[in-house]
């Protein structure tokens, strides 16, 4: 879960930062999500999503492959409920959701630094 909190920045949520509104966060997702789909067949694959973080930068340094892949796999696996391999927009939104809500303590719709915070200090235990 530490590694997920790190990731979902980076992939749901370049969305899913200080002061972003979940309506606002999912269209942006929705964006991603196709920009992600290189072979637009409306679904998302593992190389798919892998690739996505390859070419992502985390701040100030870029990601290495190696670590792209966990992060890929890590993303991947926590997507795609119905384990059938692809990762459809609606899991991968259900997934942004799931994790906005986690962040969106007082939920009021939006996150808030402090909340950011203390979602990440409760993943670190
Ligand atoms: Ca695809
Ligand atoms: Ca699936």
Redo the contacts with the bound molecule.
Sequence with gaps: MKQLFFLLPLVAAAPVVAQDTQASAAAKFRREFRAS?????????RP?VQARIGRMSAGAKSVDPVHAKRLGDLWFDAADSDRDGKVSEAEAQRLLTATFKRYDVDGDGRIEPGEREAAKKSLSK
């Design positions: 789909d290189a072979d637009k067949d409306g679904f998302l694959s798919e």
